[in-house]
């Protein structure tokens, strides 16, 4: 009974875990090309 009732929570933590290390890699990513089209724009 507390298997089932602990299991969903454990898959939700783990999924909401997996959107938080995309959407932090996709800020990261835009961070990235940010700077180099800044850069970009300095050196141009």
Do not use: C, G
């Not at 929570?9 to 996709?26: C, D, F, L, P």
Request: charged share 40%.
């Amino acid at each position: 009974m507390d298997q089932i009732l602990v299991d969903p929570e454990k898959r939700w933590n783990m999924e909401n875990q997996n959107e938080r290390i995309k959407s932090k890699a996709k800020s990261k990513d835009f961070h990235t090309k940010a700077k180099k089209t800044f850069f970009e724009a300095i050196q141009s």
